[in-house]
């Protein structure tokens, strides 16, 4: 039996602005551990927002959600917030770095911030994860100063540095030319494969999902 890292159960979510809307309809779904999922459909179809209930960070909906067997629909927001410092990393389509940090210290921020480690073991293991994307010689680089892709790289870099259960990203390939996606997806499928890491990522570029081991297709807040 495969190994469930999320799933979901009747999703349901509306919004209120102007008029009560059903933004997303009963979405169930499962996503396997160590596997590479996508999910597509066009725009305004509920993707961004079922990513968001997924890391927990919309607690507003019906339904419910797992990650590793645990439920934390209804869990408060101090439970939620130490649950993804633990288990989930983020990559955006923006990498959000701070730009008068270095590469290093920009990794190391969400591990400074949950406390397991001492600070020179924190920065060990920065450099591991920039190591591991072939970042290692731009570790001491002000963000500022590295290419759009190489950004990206070192916010990849800082999703792995808890060691999360599950990655999650929105259009993380979505600000990079064509040779950067395609770096990025030959790093998510080496961290799928040889890591056996889980990767959830929202995305248009068709091309990205069809590589990926399975997409979740949505259309009008329901899963196709």
Known sequence: MPEIALHTEQITKYFYDPVRFEVLKKVSISVEKGKLATITGKSGCGKSTLLYILSTMDTDYEGKVYINNTLLTGKNQNELARFRSENIGFVFQFHYLLPEF?????????????????????????????????????????????????????????????????????????????????????????????????????????????????????KDGMIL
Request: avoid cysteine; proline fraction near 3%.
């Open 102 to 218: 270095t590469a290093l210290e920009n990794v190391m921020i969400p591990a400074l911030k949950l406390g397991k480690y001492s600070r020179k073991e924190i920065a060990q293991r920065a450099y591991e994860k920039l190591t591991l994307l072939g970042m290692q010689d731009f570790a001491l680089k002000l963000s500022s100063k590295l290419s759009g892709g190489q950004q990206q790289r070192v916010a990849i870099a800082r999703a792995l540095i808890n060691d999360p259960k599950i990655i999650m990203g929105d259009e993380p390939t979505g600000n990079l030319d064509s040779v950067n996606t395609e770096i990025v997806y030959e790093i998510f499928r080496e961290l799928s494969s040889s890591y056996h890491q889980t990767i959830i990522a929202v995305t248009h570029d068709l091309e990205f999902a069809a590589k990926s081991d399975y997409i979740i297709e949505m």
